[in-house]
């Protein structure tokens, strides 16, 4: 049973902190993402991985970076918090390869407010 | 850049009814495909089911069933029998078949309401 596990289920951080949300996921997966869910807007692609120390943009990566220094470990770093990315965040992970419509499975997210 | 459409932010269904869930989506490429994912009040997402582009004929999944028109860049989802653990947020998602990174396209989302 693949399991994707998230450091915090709820956050709270004042603005201009920096914040560190962690994801680890424990079947070997090549592809880590990071998406932020907002209503009525969906998920929406902050950055994933698809390789240790390898990281690509998604649509939404500004005031965002990401860190992957191990193959299980994913983490999204907030480098200045400002309220504007108060949010949903959710990681997933999935395997590699261009083949086949691969499934992503999804942590419980962390529900991060910025006050 | 793909875009996918879900035109209905809540439905409701009575208990052992069928519903609809409407999704729309825009590419200009042959090759992708489509995912339907649920997420159940404060419970992970979990992928629901899938449709290759290339096949003609529509996932089925149990209870759960897609309606793919592909001229018309239309995925829909039925649920049957609909039960009370049908409640959740559904997402529809499309992923290009040329990606390579595996990522994915979401919709708005539909909130599903389910009445005993």
């Known amino acids: 049973d693949v399991k994707v596990t998230q450091s915090s289920r709820y956050l709270v951080k004042r603005t201009g902190e920096k914040v560190f949300l962690e994801c680890v996921q424990d079947?070997?997966?090549?592809?880590m993402f990071w998406y932020r869910q907002d209503p009525g807007l969906g998920l929406r692609l902050i950055y994933f991985?698809?390789?240790?120390?390898?990281?690509e943009k998604g649509d939404i990566p500004e005031g965002y970076s990401v860190s992957r220094e191990k193959k299980e470990r994913f983490s999204l770093i907030l480098e200045s918090a400002s309220t504007n990315q108060t949010s949903m965040y959710l990681c997933a992970s999935s395997l590699g390869g261009a083949s086949g419509g691969r499934e992503q499975y999804f942590g419980p997210g962390t529900r991060l407010t910025v006050t | 850049a793909q875009t996918v459409t879900q035109s209905q932010p809540e439905m409701s269904v009575q208990e052992a009814e069928t519903v609809t869930l409407s999704c729309t989506y825009d590419t200009s490429e042959s090759d992708y495909y489509l995912f339907w994912y649920k997420q159940p009040p404060s419970r992970q997402m979990i992928l629901v089911i899938r449709?290759?582009?290339?096949?003609?004929q529509n996932a089925t999944e149990n209870r759960f069933s897609v309606n793919f028109q592909k001229a018309a860049k239309s995925f829909s989802l039925k649920i049957s029998d609909s039960q009370l653990g049908d409640a959740a947020m559904y997402f529809c998602a499309y992923r290009s078949g040329i990606n390579a990174g595996n990522m994915l396209t979401f919709g708005g989302g539909t909130r599903l309401m389910v009445k005993p």
């Open positions: 991985s698809y390789d240790v120390k390898m990281k």
């Open positions: 079947m070997d997966h090549e592809n």
């Open positions: 449709q290759e582009a290339y096949k003609q």
